[in-house]
């Protein structure tokens, strides 16, 4: 067949990952035809005469060969990315199978982890030590996970890390840790000393999301750098600052490495100020820095 001389359409069906399936059902869509045109020109269909045995011997191949087009076809209805997981896995091994099979299918489901559909997080400065000059942040953080494989359930450890902490003024709280919430029931979180290290498992349901609350508080210098890289890949980041604190404040901050802007927040009001596309892990994705008017 000279695929160059099929009609437009029917190039664009042979030419797709399905084109070997395509092209049998042409054929066999042909061979009909050829079958009807010769049955209206009056082929003699007597089997006993010559021209009607080859007649009836080409309708019997005909009917054979439609019947397996038609099993082709219905196979072909069900791409591979609709099986399950494991079907589709053990594509990669080419029929493969045993315990070493079973086990690397297990790790394949492993190492495909989760990723942040979308991460919200708001800082807010809601009062400033007269004596020492620093400020009292509170950080909340929404994160909305996803599998990357999403007709499996999806199980990672979630990590919250913070260290090289601010000492608080003389007789202030240190640094804690308010909350972790999953799917809005809170998990225990214990008490931490100076630096968070809090590690727990996040599990995604095939099909679904997980959403992880957190929140926490601590003191900063003025002035002092406060910057963000995520541990997963995020599709969106977005950063609100809230200003609850009595004075007024100078923000300075750095989108992924792009040159400074500068911004006043008044005091009681509020600003959106990043709202950033596809950041990939340990990207540095703001350099913010806030000082007291």
């Not at 840790?177 to 349901?205: Q, W």
Request: hydrophobic share 40%; charged share 25%.
């Amino acid at each position: 067949m000279n695929f160059n001389k099929l009609p437009q359409r029917a190039r664009a069906i042979v030419s797709t990952r399905r084109g070997p399936v395509a092209l049998i059902i042409l054929t066999a869509v042909g061979a009909v035809a050829l079958t009807v045109v010769a049955y209206l020109l009056g082929v003699p269909l007597d089997p006993g005469t010559h021209v009607g045995a080859v007649f009836a011997s080409w309708v019997g191949g005909v009917a054979i060969f439609v019947a397996g087009s038609a099993v082709i076809g219905l196979a072909s209805l069900v791409p591979p990315e609709s099986s399950a997981f494991d079907a589709r896995a053990r594509i990669l091994f080419r029929g493969q199978s045993g315990e070493h099979i079973d086990y690397i299918i297990q790790k394949i489901r492993e190492v495909f982890g989760q990723y942040s559909d979308e991460t919200q997080r708001t800082i807010s400065i809601h009062r400033v030590d007269e004596a020492s000059g620093k400020l009292s942040v509170q950080v909340e953080t929404s994160v909305k996970l996803r599998g990357y494989v999403d007709d499996i359930e999806s199980i990672a450890t979630s990590a919250l890390t913070l260290n090289k902490l601010c000492q608080p003024p003389p007789g202030q709280p240190a640094c804690r840790l308010s909350y972790v919430r999953i799917n809005d029931d809170p998990i225990e979180i214990g008490e931490f000393a100076g630096e968070i290290d809090f590690k727990f498992p996040t599990k995604v349901p095939a099909g679904g999301h997980t959403k992880v609350d957190m929140r926490w508080e601590c003191w900063v210098d003025n002035g002092e750098s406060h910057t963000h890289a995520p541990v997963r890949y995020t599709r969106k980041f977005a950063l609100r600052f809230e200003n609850h604190c009595s004075k007024d404040l100078r923000l300075r901050y750095s989108v992924r490495g792009r040159p400074d802007s500068e911004l006043t927040i008044k005091k009681g009001s509020r600003a959106d100020l990043i709202s950033e596309p596809d950041v990939n892990p340990q990207e540095r994705v703001y350099d913010l820095r806030v000082e007291v008017i």
